[in-house]
């Protein structure tokens, strides 16, 4: 995925997987403030990349990713 989506046609990739779960966010986000969503997608896109990446280069395991995501998302959205 890391490398696919570094290519030329990446964003593809990343359009068609944010497709498939648009539906679900857009549901868990009613209500919200436009302007976080906008930035809150900006950087849970950043950090999947920087996880996928730094667990393409052997610094992480796969296992790791997940629990880094789930907190990113707890303190990033704890407000709300």
Request: aromatic share 12%; proline share 4%; glycine share 8%.
């Amino acid at each position: 995925y890391y490398r696919v989506r570094s290519s030329p046609n990446g964003q593809e990739l990343f359009r068609f997987g944010l497709d498939l779960v648009a539906p679900a966010g857009r549901e868990v986000l009613a209500g919200v403030d436009d302007e976080f969503i906008l930035d809150l997608d900006a950087i849970i896109s950043s950090l999947i990349y920087g996880l996928l990446g730094r667990f393409s280069a052997d610094e992480i395991a796969v296992t790791d990713i997940l629990p880094i995501l789930d907190r990113s998302v707890y303190h990033l959205t704890r407000g709300y």
